[in-house]
T-cell receptor, first 115, second 114 residues
Framework: GAVVSQHPSRVICKSGTSVKIECRSL??????MFWYRQFPKKSLMLMAT?????????EQGVEKDKFLINHASLTLSTLTVTSAHPEDSSFYIC???????????FGPGTRLTVT | AQSVTQPDIHITVSEGASLELRCNYS??????LFWYVQSPGQGLQLLLK??????LVQGIKGFEAEFKRSQSSFNLRKPSVHWSDAAEYFC????????????FGTGTRLQVTL
């Protein structure tokens, strides 16, 4: 099956710094990638949808200047949390799908802790 | 707007017992429905999906789910639970045709006692 990787799996950063999370589709071309945020013991909340070569579409309530998404190629999307604060600490999960495929393939997630 | 309800936050079953996890959805047209499993600190693994056709779908790890349009339900079942099935289970609904935007339920945590 399709494989999606995320890097890093865990990251600790200081308040006020920025951190970048990578999401890669390893064996297929991801025309669309999704970024989710999951709070402890909660469901996944879609943050944004990105199509390769286009600007990301953010869900209501998600600050696009805070959570920068770049989908520069068919195999890579990045989420940059800018000026991170402790309330940004969460589990971030990406997923990918290719054109014509209805199924999303999920990455293993990245645990972000902001101190 | 689409929505998913998983009424059971936490379920405990004995190993070898049968399991049913409930999922009700709200969607204005024919939905695409999914069940995912998440182990602690891990991403999501697809158990099964329903797009069309036979309303009883078989998935991995011995799981199955039945789509009941009249009840707007897509309950997940397994006849005999194994201790390794302990995890968080999420039901999700997507728009037919693309399923691009998934809406997830709040999840059901399954605990298996030996």
């Amino acid at each position: 099956g399709a494989v999606v990787s995320q890097h890093p799996s865990r990251v600790i950063c200081k308040s006020g710094t920025s951190v970048k999370i990578e999401c890669r589709s390893l064996d297929f071309q991801a025309t669309t990638m999704f970024w989710y945020r999951q709070f402890p013991k909660k469901s996944l909340m879609l943050m944004a949808t990105s199509n390769e070569g286009s600007k990301a579409t953010y869900e209501q309530g998600v600050e696009k200047d805070k959570f920068l998404i770049n989908h520069a190629s068919l195999t890579l999307s990045t989420l940059t949390v800018t000026s991170a604060h402790p309330e940004d600490s969460s589990f971030y999960i990406c997923s990918s799908k290719d054109r014509g495929n209805y199924e999303q393939y999920f990455g293993p997630g990245t645990r972000l802790t902001v101190t | 707007a689409q929505s998913v309800t998983q009424p059971d936050i936490h379920i405990t079953v004995s190993e070898g017992a049968s399991l049913e996890l409930r999922c009700n959805y709200s969607y204005g047209a024919t939905p695409y429905l999914f069940w995912y499993v998440q182990s602690p600190g891990q991403g999501l693994q697809l158990l099964l999906k329903y797009f069309s056709g036979d309303t009883l779908v078989q998935g991995i790890k011995g799981f199955e789910a039945e789509f009941k349009r009249s009840q707007s339900s897509f309950n997940l079942r397994k006849p005999s639970v194994h201790w390794s099935d302990a995890a968080e289970y999420f039901c999700a609904v997507g728009a037919a045709g693309t399923a691009s935007k998934l809406t997830f339920g709040t999840g059901t945590r399954l605990q298996v006692t030996l």
